[in-house]
């Protein structure tokens, strides 16, 4: 079991692991979201584009909480071989213990909307709507 599959199940987080070839589909995907120039979100793809240093947490979790919602599951993608689909809810409950500053960038996915979330290292938020 590798760390990032060892700390989920250690929160009691339900995660379902893509494989392989899944997760670099879900790679390739998310990266049409992902600015090549800065970290966060690109315009030419993603809509209505927030962010959030995140300097408290608790007000990070009412941010994130407000724009997400609780419903459905989300698509977080770390890379392109770890990649795996959680409860809404658990997100929530969890994303300050599943990413790492100054370790994880990562882009999330909402399955019931146009959603968008990425995570930046450097500890700040980018939130905004896909455009299809």
């Given at each position: 079991?590798?760390?990032?599959?060892?700390?989920?199940?250690?929160?009691?987080?339900?995660?379902?692991?893509?494989?392989?070839?899944?997760?670099?589909?879900?790679?390739?995907?998310?990266?049409?979201?992902?600015?090549?120039?800065?970290?966060?979100?690109?315009?030419?793809?993603?809509?209505?584009?927030?962010?959030?240093?995140?300097?408290?947490?608790?007000?990070?979790?009412?941010?994130?909480?407000?724009?997400?919602?609780?419903?459905?599951?989300?698509?977080?993608?770390?890379?392109?071989?770890?990649?795996c689909v959680i409860s809404t809810q658990d997100f929530l409950?969890?994303?300050?213990?599943?990413?790492?500053?100054?370790?994880?960038?990562?882009?999330?996915?909402?399955?019931?909307?146009?959603?968008?979330?990425?995570?930046?290292?450097?500890?700040?938020?980018?939130?905004?709507?896909?455009?299809?």
């Open positions: 079991m590798n760390d990032r599959r060892q700390q989920f199940y250690e929160l009691s987080i339900e995660a379902r692991w893509l494989d392989i070839e899944h997760a670099a589909h879900a790679y390739r995907y998310a990266l049409g979201f992902s600015s090549n120039a800065r970290y966060g979100l690109k315009t030419d793809t993603v809509s209505d584009i927030e962010s959030l240093i995140i300097e408290s947490y608790s007000v990070a979790n009412s941010w994130i909480k407000d724009r997400l919602g609780g419903a459905g599951t989300v698509q977080i993608v770390y890379g392109h071989d770890d990649v409950n969890n994303w300050q213990n599943i990413f790492a500053p100054s370790r994880d960038d990562a882009i999330v996915l909402h399955n019931l909307n146009e959603s968008i979330l990425f995570y930046c290292h450097e500890d700040e938020l980018e939130f905004g709507q896909r455009r299809t």
